[in-house]
């Protein structure tokens, strides 16, 4: 089946910092979301970008489709962007969503 | 709009016994998918289903299976609990397969088997 690599694992940054997490892909997808899981577990949408770019306020995220990766942005990091970030991907966009294992992610005041 | 509802939250069995949870989907979802995520194995897909239908499943053992009732709302079951079936268990709804940003989850069931 299709892998997705997260890097890094694990992420550490003091508030205000920008950041850059990736997502790798073994095989062309029609789906490919991002999420944030709290420390809840409450997993939240952030993106839907099977391809093309996307911002939404401090965050975006780019999907290059043809080389098979993403990329989610955080800017000027805020203690509550502490998590996990997970990349799922969905080859045949039948809701059958493969992730990654995650990066997560430490903001520090 | 009410979002994904799932129930219990926490639930602690004993081996050999059975589990059902419960997904309640945002309205108008007719699709719901479960996830079994651990610390080993991470986030694991194990069954997709729309209009009462099962579409996909994951490579998980015949004792995990599911059904969905006419209102969309979905159970998932486990039988014969081993200790390693201790996880949080995740459902997302959306309206159909790859909607454009229509993937929810709910806030899981955390299941401990002793």
């Known amino acids: 089946g299709i892998q997705v690599e997260q890097s890094p694992p694990d992420l550490i940054l003091q508030e205000g910092a920008n950041s850059t997490l990736r997502c790798n892909f073994s095989?062309?997808?029609?789906?490919l979301q991002w999420f944030h899981q709290n420390p809840w577990g409450q997993l939240i949408n952030l993106f839907y970008?099977?391809?093309g770019t996307k911002q939404n306020g401090r965050l975006s995220a780019t999907t290059v489709a043809t080389e098979r990766y993403s990329l989610l942005y955080i800017s000027s990091s805020q203690t509550t962007d502490s998590g996990v970030y997970f990349c799922?991907?969905?080859?045949?966009?039948?809701?059958?969503?493969?992730f990654g294992a995650g990066t997560r992610l430490t903001v520090k005041p | 709009k009410a979002g994904v509802t799932q129930t219990p939250r926490y639930l602690i069995k004993t081996r050999g016994q059975q589990v059902t949870l419960s997904c309640s989907p945002i309205?108008?979802?007719?699709?719901v998918s479960w996830y079994q995520q651990t610390p080993g194995q991470g986030l694991q897909f194990l069954f997709e289903?729309?209009?009462?239908?099962?579409?996909n499943k994951g490579n998980f053992p015949g004792r995990f299976s599911g059904r969905q009732f006419s209102n969309s709302r979905s159970e998932m079951n486990v039988s014969t609990l081993e200790l390693g079936d201790s996880a949080l268990y995740l459902c997302?709804?959306?309206?159909?397969?790859?909607?454009?940003?229509?993937?929810?989850f709910g806030s899981g069931t955390r299941l401990t088997v002793v």
């Open positions: 289903y729309f209009s009462e239908t099962q579409r």
């Open positions: 997302a709804s959306s309206i159909q397969q790859g909607a454009d940003g229509g993937y929810t």
């Open positions: 095989d062309s997808v029609n789906n």
């Open positions: 799922a991907v969905d080859r045949w966009n039948n809701n059958d969503m493969r």
């Open positions: 970008i099977p391809s």
């Open positions: 309205s108008g979802h007719r699709s």
